[in-house]
């Protein structure tokens, strides 16, 4: 079916490609009157920079440095984590606040794939095509193949298609036995009216996200040593293996502005989209043991089947524009929303599952020059939740602050599955985040020294834990005091033997108040890459060859539960500390780039492996190879 649905795609490209635009300004002649084409022609530019009216659009990325950092792990500089496997559930190391102050489902688990970044709005001189195929050991694989093109000098579109099919890691019983199953695609368009006056940007992407739930492996009875050694026999049976939990997402968003003049610009930006969450299992094949207790939701007792529902439709309009070296910006902003649980009833809460949000918000920003910019926003909720943040981007410092008081998730306050039942009433969250980060060049050592400082009051979690009355182990719960981190870091990039490249980064984190152990952290992270990079054969190829080299301390970290898909404080299984080592080749010639990658080095040599979440092992020693096509014509 991938192989049906990719060939026509590709053909679909190829045919567009092969349709030649006749219009001023969609080709590029040199004095030959010879096509030339190149990521110089084809450019891209964010909703973000249209809507502080930089003119800031960027050329197509052809760079190979971190190309091999494919999985989304590794793409997020180790951040975040999940459970051995592309594509499972994903969590922060480090606490992230909330992105909305307003209401949220509270699954958050999938939402990397669905965000992976932020939409690109092209202006081409010809049709572009981007073709990534990239072939992981053991079944693993990810594809992307993007396009756009412009229809005149006004008007482009284009889409995106990101397949990812990943096999299971543990017991694995054929080629094609799958763990993951994930479908993205987006559509975009942008047009601006022949005076720039009018400019729209509009984007629908959606996701389908399936991951067979394994439900981490039985430590007690296979390993008794701290290394956990015989956890990663990739024979090893897991807990569950009939369970399974689906994401499906989509959004339709609009933003189109008028200009009156520098001075004043009227715009609208409009969002409409919905979320589902399900997750299904079998007690005839799986133990029921496994789970806290068997709530009797449907007329099925063996049959397992909870879903969620969250659609939402939020219009905002408002007011902006430049005057001088000074941006502003004001608005009015409306949310629409509509929670649905498969067994829940409003008539049985305390909180509406269906409702209408009103915000109020303004920014203004202060650009001294192309390296100095600072910026303020503040949002305020009609209820009395507000956000306020401000940045700071300078030739020698980066600073940022955020503080918001937010309305708690729907899973925290309320929600009845097959094992599962709850119904609060939390108080809203109040959170702060600083931090600051030094950029300072010595010759050839560039040194970035900094802090990132978290308080969290009313914090609201999971927790495993034996609970009175009820013999449900995994609840939500809210802190009865305040968290405070603090977390001072040192980044600095190294160039030696003029073509090395040394760059650690160290994150020690001391906990200042942790009430009721809620968060849970590693007291060391430490990220380091050692590289050479050099082009080769007259520069013909440029190669970046090195590698990657991640650890953290020991820790009790947050576990994941299955059926509720949410990560969960533990105190029974310590994640051991363990020396994650990669080496890759990064290479690029002419319009391609490639690379070869070995992830975890270490087990090759001593059979010792890593757990991802407790009870879930790490990925396996294993062999990556991925390369990428860049059309032009």
């Given at each position: ?314 219009n905002e309009l408002g007011v902006k524009g430049k005057i001088g070296s000074v941006f502003y910006n004001g608005y009015l902003k409306s949310r629409a929303y509509k929670f649905r649980y498969k067994y829940i009833t ?19 920003s202060y650009e001294h020059d192309s390296l100095t910019h600072i910026t303020a926003w503040l949002e305020y909720l009609d209820g009395g939740n507000y956000r306020a943040e401000a940045t700071l981007k300078s030739r ?238």
């Amino acid at each position: 079916m991938f192989l049906r649905i990719s060939s026509l795609i590709l053909f679909a490209v190829l045919l567009c490609t092969s349709a030649k635009a006749q219009r001023r300004g969609s080709q590029v002649v040199d004095d030959s009157t010879r096509n030339v084409y190149g990521p110089h022609t084809t450019k891209w530019i964010t909703e973000e920079d249209l809507f502080y009216d930089r003119n800031n659009y960027q050329p197509v990325d052809t760079s190979i440095h971190n190309y091999h950092r494919w999985n989304y792990v590794n793409r997020l500089n180790n951040t975040y984590k999940d459970l051995g496997n592309i594509g499972t559930p994903l969590f922060p190391i480090f606490p992230v606040l909330e992105g909305s102050i307003g209401v949220s489902t509270g699954f958050r688990v999938y939402d990397q794939y669905f965000l992976t970044e932020e939409p690109k709005y092209f202006d081409t001189k010809s049709p572009y095509t981007r073709m990534r195929i990239i072939w992981g050991g053991q079944g693993r694989a990810m594809t992307r193949i993007e396009f756009s093109r412009n229809v005149n000098e006004r008007w482009n579109f284009g889409f995106n298609y990101r397949p990812i099919l990943v096999d299971k890691q543990i017991l694995r019983a054929n080629k094609g036995d799958r763990q993951t199953i994930s479908h993205y695609y987006d559509a975009y368009t942008a047009y601006r009216s022949e005076n720039n006056k009018y400019q729209l940007l509009f984007n629908y992407r959606r996701i389908r996200h399936s991951v067979v739930e394994m439900g981490g492996v039985n430590i007690v009875e296979t390993a008794a040593d701290s290394t956990y050694q015989s956890l990663f026999d990739p024979n090893i049976t897991p807990k569950l293996t009939a369970a399974s939990s689906v994401q499906l997402q989509n959004q339709a968003h609009l933003f189109h502005q008028y200009r009156i003049g520098n001075g004043l610009q009227l715009y609208h930006q409009s969002d409409l989209g919905k979320k589902v969450n399900t997750y299904k299992d079998n007690l005839n094949t799986d133990p029921a043991a496994y789970y806290d207790n068997k709530e009797n939701v449907n007329d099925t007792p063996n049959d397992v089947s909870d879903s969620t529902r969250f659609s939402y439709w939020t219009n905002e309009l408002g007011v902006k524009g430049k005057i001088g070296s000074v941006f502003y910006n004001g608005y009015l902003k409306s949310r629409a929303y509509k929670f649905r649980y498969k067994y829940i009833t409003e008539d049985t809460l305390d909180i509406p599952l269906t409702d209408d949000e009103y915000y109020i918000g303004g920014r203004l920003s202060y650009e001294h020059d192309s390296l100095t910019h600072i910026t303020a926003w503040l949002e305020y909720l009609d209820g009395g939740n507000y956000r306020a943040e401000a940045t700071l981007k300078s030739r020698w410092i980066d600073a940022k602050a955020i503080q918001l008081l937010s309305k708690p998730p729907f899973i925290y306050n309320a929600y009845r599955g097959s094992f599962d039942l709850w119904n609060n009433s939390f108080r809203n969250t109040f959170s702060t985040q600083l931090e600051a980060f030094g950029k300072l060049q010595l010759g050839r050592i560039f040194v970035s020294p900094g802090f990132r400082y978290t308080s969290l009051r009313d914090y609201i979690y999971f927790k495993e834990d034996n609970y009175v009355g009820t013999s449900q182990t995994v609840l939500p719960v809210q802190s009865s005091g305040k968290q405070e981190l603090l977390s001072p870091e040192l980044r600095f990039e190294v160039k030696f033997f003029r073509n090395m490249y040394l760059r650690p980064q160290v994150i020690y984190s001391t906990f200042l108040v942790n009430d009721d152990n809620a968060l849970r952290v590693p007291e060391l992270f430490v990220n380091t890459q050692l590289a050479y990079e050099n082009q080769w054969f007259n520069n013909n190829l440029e190669v970046q060859i090195g590698i990657d080299f991640h650890w953290k301390s020991a820790y009790y970290d947050f576990g994941y539960d299955p059926a509720m898909q949410q990560y969960y404080a533990q105190d029974e299984v310590k994640s051991p500390a363990f020396p994650l080592t990669d080496i890759f080749l990064n290479g690029k010639m002419k319009r391609g780039r490639f690379f070869f990658k070995y992830s975890n080095l270490v087990q090759a040599f001593t059979q010792e492996g890593y757990l991802s979440t407790p009870v879930y092992p790490g990925q396996r020693n294993i062999f990556d190879f991925g390369f990428e096509l860049l059309l032009f014509d």
